[in-house]
C-alpha cells in the first residue's frame, strides 16, 4: 500500500496570523517569509504576547524596556510589509499555559479570521536549545489549543460570541517554527534585505553583536542546502500542520 503524499501548504491566503512570544522572535525566523506573503497580497497580522521587558543587554530601565520593544516590533513589522501589530501585554519570561492565554490569542483569532496561523513549535529543539525558550513553547502549545479547539468552537469562551459578538474561525494551517520537525522551506533569498532591515529594528536585542548578518544568514544558507535549494540561496523553515 502506498503511503499518502504529504499536504502541501495553500499557495496563496487571504490572512495570517502570527502569534509569537516577544517582539523580535517574527524578525528571526520568520520575517522573510512574511515579506514574500505581503508582498504577493496576503494580510499579515502580528500578535505579540508579551511586550519583551525581560530582554535586552544594558542598563536601559525596565519600566521603558516594554515601551521599547514594542515601538522597535511596530517599526521591524514595517519592514517587511505589516502594519497591524497587537500586544498581549503577559509578563517577559514567565507564561504558562492557562485558560487566560488561550481564550486571548482564540480571542485574535477571531478578530482577524485567518486561514493560516504561525506560531513557535511546542516541541523542544534539542539541537538548538535556544530556539526552546520555555515562553517560545508555552505559546505554541496555547496557540495550538486556541487553533484547536478553541476558536473554531462556538462553545468555548462563549463569553466572546455572548459578550464581543466573535463568532468562530476554523484556522485551515498552522506554521510552527523552531521546529524538530521542519517539512518546508520557503525560498527567501530575494527579500533578505528587507528581513535584515526588520531585525535592525530591535536596536536593544542586536546592536551588541556586530556579526548579526553572518550568523543569520549562514544558518539560512544551511537551512537552504538541507532542502535541496540551490547554492547561495536562504531560506526559511517551518512544520506544516493542517488542521481541516
Same mark, same amino acid.
Given at each position: 500500500?502506498?503511503?499518502?503524499?504529504?499536504?502541501?501548504?495553500?499557495?496563496?491566503?487571504?490572512?495570517?496570523?502570527?502569534?509569537?512570544?516577544?517582539?523580535?522572535?517574527? &524578525?528571526?525566523?520568520?520575517?522573510?517569509?512574511?515579506?514574500?506573503?505581503?508582498?504577493?497580497?496576503?494580510?499579515?497580522?502580528?500578535?505579540?504576547?508579551?511586550?519583551? &521587558?525581560?530582554?535586552?543587554?544594558?542598563?536601559?530601565?525596565?519600566?521603558?524596556?516594554?515601551?521599547?520593544?514594542?515601538?522597535?516590533?511596530?517599526?521591524?513589522? *514595517?519592514?517587511?510589509?505589516?502594519?497591524?501589530?497587537?500586544?498581549?501585554?503577559?509578563?517577559?519570561?514567565?507564561?504558562?499555559?492557562?485558560?487566560?492565554?488561550?481564550?486571548?490569542?482564540?480571542?485574535?483569532?477571531?478578530?482577524?479570521?485567518?486561514?493560516?496561523?504561525?506560531?513557535?513549535?511546542?516541541?523542544?529543539?534539542?539541537?538548538?536549545?535556544?530556539?526552546?525558550?520555555?515562553?517560545?513553547?508555552?505559546?505554541?502549545?496555547?496557540?495550538?489549543?486556541?487553533?484547536?479547539?478553541?476558536?473554531?468552537?462556538?462553545? *468555548?469562551?462563549?463569553?466572546?460570541?455572548?459578550?464581543?459578538?466573535?463568532?468562530?474561525?476554523?484556522?485551515?494551517?498552522?506554521?510552527?517554527?523552531?521546529?524538530?520537525?521542519?517539512?518546508?522551506?520557503?525560498?527567501?533569498?530575494?527579500?533578505?534585505?528587507?528581513?535584515?532591515?526588520?531585525l535592525r529594528c530591535h536596536v536593544t536585542q542586536v546592536s551588541h553583536n556586530p556579526e548579526l548578518e553572518q550568523f543569520v544568514t549562514g544558518w539560512m544558507r544551511q537551512t537552504a542546502?538541507?532542502?535541496?535549494?540551490?547554492?547561495?540561496?536562504?531560506?526559511?523553515?517551518?512544520?506544516?500542520?493542517?488542521?481541516?
Amino acid at each position: 500500500m502506498t503511503a499518502p503524499l504529504p499536504h502541501r501548504p495553500a499557495e496563496h491566503v487571504e490572512r495570517v496570523l502570527c502569534v509569537l512570544a516577544h517582539p523580535d522572535d517574527v &524578525d528571526f525566523g520568520s520575517a522573510g517569509t512574511v515579506a514574500t506573503w505581503t508582498a504577493a497580497g496576503t494580510e499579515v497580522v502580528y500578535c505579540i504576547v508579551t511586550d519583551g &521587558d525581560a530582554g535586552g543587554f544594558d542598563e536601559t530601565p525596565r519600566d521603558q524596556m516594554g515601551p521599547l520593544r514594542q515601538a522597535e516590533q511596530r517599526a521591524a513589522a *514595517a519592514a517587511v510589509g505589516v502594519s497591524d501589530v497587537r500586544f498581549l501585554g503577559y509578563p517577559d519570561g514567565r507564561l504558562e499555559l492557562t485558560l487566560d492565554l488561550r481564550r486571548d490569542i482564540s480571542r485574535v483569532i477571531r478578530q482577524v479570521r485567518p486561514q493560516r496561523v504561525l506560531t513557535t513549535s511546542p516541541e523542544r529543539f534539542w539541537d538548538r536549545i535556544g530556539a526552546s525558550h520555555p515562553d517560545h513553547m508555552t505559546v505554541g502549545e496555547s496557540t495550538l489549543r486556541a487553533v484547536y479547539p478553541d476558536a473554531r468552537n462556538p462553545f *468555548a469562551f462563549p463569553e466572546l460570541l455572548a459578550d464581543e459578538g466573535l463568532d468562530a474561525w476554523s484556522v485551515s494551517e498552522v506554521w510552527l517554527g523552531a521546529s524538530p520537525q521542519t517539512d518546508h522551506a520557503v525560498d527567501v533569498t530575494d527579500v533578505m534585505d528587507a528581513k535584515l532591515a526588520a531585525l535592525r529594528c530591535h536596536v536593544t536585542q542586536v546592536s551588541h553583536n556586530p556579526e548579526l548578518e553572518q550568523f543569520v544568514t549562514g544558518w539560512m544558507r544551511q537551512t537552504a542546502n538541507r532542502f535541496g535549494l540551490p547554492d547561495g540561496r536562504l531560506a526559511e523553515a517551518f512544520h506544516v500542520v493542517h488542521t481541516a
